[in-house]
């Protein structure tokens, strides 16, 4: 069931090395697994998809095309540049590329004023993310930590818990019920 303004969006943020793509892969099984449309979006610092010599390479390359999509029966995938504006924030990507997503778990926007799920381990990072006293500290919904005596004003989930992706599951799913989804575009987004 999408919801009638667009997808809920949870973010799986971290420090480097912390753990961030295995955790939002387990989470977007789960998701998946209990019925729900899940779409997600990787933050990059830059990467290269398309091969030299294949056509839609040519297309960009060769032809100078700024974005290149190729569409087929079972796939899709855009490439190319933003443009002049340059790349727009994670709520204008849902909207223009997952709108009929339900959720979108979003690997990286540590800094988006959405719903947050952050991978902290002592053994990678000195400091996590998530402060207390931090005006973004209300979107976190949960903190998963090798520290056993981590506070925080959200659930503090230990790494290790057999049980630790359906918890999160569970969460995501009382968030989404109770928060407003990323709006439907309005025109340009």
């Known amino acids: 069931m ?3 303004g667009g997808p809920f969006v949870v973010c799986v943020i971290g420090k480097k090395n912390s753990g961030k793509t295995t955790l939002t892969v387990a989470l977007v099984a789960e998701l998946a697994a209990r019925g729900h449309r899940v779409m997600t979006v990787k933050h990059g610092h830059g990467f290269d998809l398309d091969t030299p ?14 974005r290149v999509v190729m569409a087929g029966p079972h796939d899709v995938a ?10 727009p924030g994670l709520e204008t990507i849902v909207r223009r590329f997952l709108p009929d997503a339900e959720v979108v778990v979003a690997e990286g926007y540590k ?17 996590p993310i ?17 520290v056993e005596s981590f ?6 989930l230990p790494l290790d818990a057999p049980d630790l992706v359906p918890r999160l599951a569970d969460l995501v799913e009382a968030r989404r019920g109770h928060s407003r989804p990323v709006p439907p575009p309005s025109g340009r987004g």
């Not at 800094?111 to 400091?127: G, T």
């Not at 506070?151 to 503090?156: K, M, S």
């Open 130 to 146: 998530y402060e207390r006293n931090h005006p973004l500290a209300v979107s976190f919904v949960a903190i998963v930590t090798d």
């Open 78 to 87: 855009i490439v190319g540049e933003w443009g002049p504006e340059g790349e």
């Open 2 to 4: 999408m919801d009638e």
């Open 111 to 127: 800094a988006a004023a959405l719903p947050k799920i952050e991978v902290f381990r002592q053994a990678a990072h000195a400091d």
């Open 151 to 156: 506070v925080a004003d959200v659930p503090v």
């Open 53 to 66: 010599g294949t056509d839609s390479w040519r297309h960009r390359h060769e032809g100078g095309a700024s």
